[in-house]
């Protein structure tokens, strides 16, 4: 028989999963798509769709698939994420609804385990049962974690939070006394968060502080306190087994520091060490404020979103006063307030890595104030039900709070459904975050690169000169706005924003390659072969660059020579279809078909879809007379790309050859009715077939 308590538990649990389910499910991840991060993460990411399994690589590149002793990695060393997302690719293809679907029920398991932490814990002056279901129903619902949610990279935060609450039950569970077991599990548990994402360290400082209040040191002379801090032999293992990981973390890479770019982090850039620390200062408040007040949310704050704080009579520094005076007076009367102040803790310390303290390639970035939340939404419900006691016994006192707190969680439900919306897609992404930052330079470099890929010109030019009129040494937007007017044919005004971008950064590579196109394509070869050796002298292993040059050599005939670099490029990078492309066209045009065969079958391997590839082997196959292989292979190109006038063309002809001239005629009648302009061939052939059989059929009369 169910006790009432195990009732009441399950229906807790079940409110909570049923408030993530309303704001991240049902519906919420209908059409959804990978935005923003998530492209590089996963999408481009080897690491993550490549097989076999590249142990090896997962586990010396970086999250975003670089080399992480390269000189251009950010150091974010989550092998485990990445692991995770590449068995995901295993099983369920690169589809963006199923793995936001895992990051919500993480989610849900999260909001969980922490209504069941908060409910472990012993605070004499409040009702846990109340601060636990109002605690992670705040957590269930703010609208702070739907970047990490509704953002599939935002799986490192999942993770870190889940074993994070899971280290702190096992404080809980072992509270009075000092379980080598359980803290030898923290450890070992520490280091495979780190594995997941770098902030996992912070693990077992948050493990000493919980474990310092529920054993009430807190209420000791603070000689006592100062003397256990000094001594207790767990504590001492856990500051000792942080500084291990730390230390082997950082040996990993090489004890090398991440080197990132002004337009990633404006303020860690800036010269002046007042500037740097009160805007420091300043992100410490909005931090707070966005946990506060999430309505102003945006994917990304890097550029022209927060002003630089230059100096001390700054009028928004108010807020950081505010913020330390309360956390004094919070700290002077610590004995009265320790589930405040074990709140404030568990919201100080997840947040350190991301604080400043240590270099980092943004400004704000929401999805690292997941963990934090959990100590503010029990700062938050710590408050709330401060004030809720003081009138209990007034009936209306205590309605107008229950009434407020219903309201609270509604308002935020809404809000968080509308965020989970904005992160279907880049478009509603990046439009939202223009409402809020219409100044970031990066905001607008990205609705440019996205109306780019869409065939919105005119959009692309307006975003990318409103971004480098933001941000004049934005070199990313100028190297794109050339490529840009180099789609279009203005090859002098696509050099001119190419060089500047180069003027900008000099060892850009991509710059530097994407120069020697446009040099190529105003026929001044020696030019763009210079070009093109600059950008190797950046990147030596730079594929693209290889077949570029390919591209270089063939324009000036050189066929043996573009042949070695297009043959360069796939040996460094398999998945590069054009290069594939141009190596068996040439090969077909020299006749040389069983080479063509044979390197068509090892483009396969890498690319069993590809369409170019697929089609120009069932080209050859057709011309020797192979008629059955290359007819499978024209239909299933045609099923890849059924409204391709070409392919319908050549199916036709391999038909004609093969003398099935019904399904020849059907072929090229196809191809006609998809693109009656440019079906030439067809056309032609069709009426040579249709005299052909006219001629037949006299014949047969006569």
């Keep these: ?156 935060e999942l993770m870190f939070g889940l074993i994070h ?24 548990l520490t280091g495979i968060g780190m594995l997941f994402k770098e902030s996992a360290i912070t693990i077992p400082i948050s493990c000493v502080v919980l474990d310092y209040f529920q054993n009430g040191y807190y209420m000791l002379p603070l000689r006592d306190q100062e003397r256990i801090l000094r001594t207790r032999l767990s504590y001492l293992v856990y500051v000792a087994g942080t500084a291990l990981l730390l230390l082997l973390r950082l040996w990993w890479q090489n004890f090398e520091a991440p080197q990132f770019k002004e337009v990633d982090n404006p303020i860690a850039h800036n010269d002046h060490i007042l500037t740097r620390v009160l805007s420091q200062q300043y992100l410490l408040v909005m931090n707070l404020w966005l946990m506060l007040c999430p309505q102003w949310l945006c994917y990304d704050w890097a550029l022209g979103c927060v002003k630089l704080v230059t100096s001390i009579w700054d009028l928004r520094l108010q807020g950081v006063i ?45 999805r690292t104030l997941y963990v934090p939340s959990i100590g503010f939404c029990l700062v938050s419900t710590y408050g709330f039900l401060y004030w809720y006691d003081q009138g209990f016994n007034k009936t209306y006192w205590s309605t107008i709070m229950q009434g407020m707190l219903l309201m609270l969680i509604a308002v935020m439900m809404i809000r968080t459904r509308q965020r989970t919306i904005d992160w279907l897609n880049e478009e509603q992404l990046f439009k939202s975050a223009l409402q809020v930052c219409p100044d970031n330079a990066k905001v607008h470099y990205n609705i440019a690169r996205l109306a780019t890929e869409t065939g919105k010109s005119s959009k692309a030019f307006h975003h990318y000169h409103r971004a480098i009129d933001l941000y004049p040494a934005y070199e990313s937007a100028l190297m794109n706005l050339g490529n840009l007017y180099r789609e279009h044919g203005q090859l002098e005004t696509a050099e001119k924003f190419i060089r500047l971008a ?126 059955m292989e290359a007819e499978s292979l024209y239909k299933r190109v045609i099923q890849l790309a059924p409204r391709n006038m070409l392919y319908h063309t050549n199916l036709g002809v391999l038909y004609h050859r093969w003398d099935k001239l019904q399904e020849a005629i059907e072929e090229y009648q196809t191809a006609i009715s998809l693109n009656a302009a440019r079906a030439i061939t067809a056309r032609e052939n069709l009426a040579k077939l249709i005299k052909r059989l006219e001629r037949e059929a006299q014949i047969k009369e006569q």
């Design 322 to 366: 505010g913020f330390y005076s309360i956390l004094l007076v919070a700290l002077m009367h610590f004995r009265r307030l320790p589930g405040l102040m074990l709140g404030l803790g568990l919201t100080i310390i997840p947040f350190l890595p991301a604080s400043g303290i240590i270099r980092v390639g943004f400004v704000i970035a929401e």
């Design 165 to 188: 609450l899971l280290c702190l039950l096992l404080v809980v569970a072992n509270v009075e006394k000092q379980s080598w077991t359980s803290i030898a599990l923290i450890l070992v």
């Design 1 to 156: 028989m169910m006790t009432f308590g195990q009732l009441h538990g399950l229906t807790c649990q079940a409110i909570l999963v049923l408030m993530c389910l309303i704001c991240y499910g049902c519906g919420g991840l209908s059409g959804a798509k990978f935005v923003f991060d998530d492209t590089v993460a996963i999408v481009r990411n080897k690491d993550v769709n490549s097989f076999p399994t590249n142990w090896t690589a997962i586990f010396t590149n970086d999250f975003w698939g670089a080399s992480l002793l390269s000189a251009d990695s950010h150091k974010s060393f989550r092998p485990l994420t990445t692991l995770m997302f590449h068995y995901e690719y295993a099983l369920m293809g690169l589809n963006a609804g199923h793995m936001k679907f895992l990051n919500l029920l993480l989610h849900c398991l999260n909001t969980l385990l922490f209504w069941r932490l908060v409910r472990s814990l012993y605070i004499q002056e409040i009702n846990t049962d109340r601060w636990a279901i109002i605690s992670a129903a705040l957590f269930a619902t703010h609208p702070i974690h739907t970047e990490a949610v509704s953002g599939v990279v935002g799986r490192a």
């Design 502 to 627: 180069l003027e900008v950064y000099p060892a850009f590579p991509v710059a530097w390659m994407n120069l020697g196109i446009v040099q190529s394509a105003q026929k001044k070869y020696n030019q763009a072969l210079a070009s093109y050796e600059r950008a190797l002298s950046y990147r030596s292993n730079y594929a693209v660059c290889f077949y570029n040059m390919g591209n270089l050599y063939l324009e000036q005939q050189l066929y043996g020579e573009a042949l070695h670099h297009w043959q360069h490029a796939v040996a460094l990078n398999p998945k590069q279809p054009k290069a594939w492309a141009n190596i068996l066209t040439m090969l077909d045009n020299r006749a040389l078909y069983e080479d063509a065969l044979r390197l068509s079958n090892e483009a396969l391997i890498h690319m069993p879809d590809d369409v170019s590839i697929l089609f120009i082997r069932a080209n050859v196959l057709g011309k020797q007379k192979h008629y």
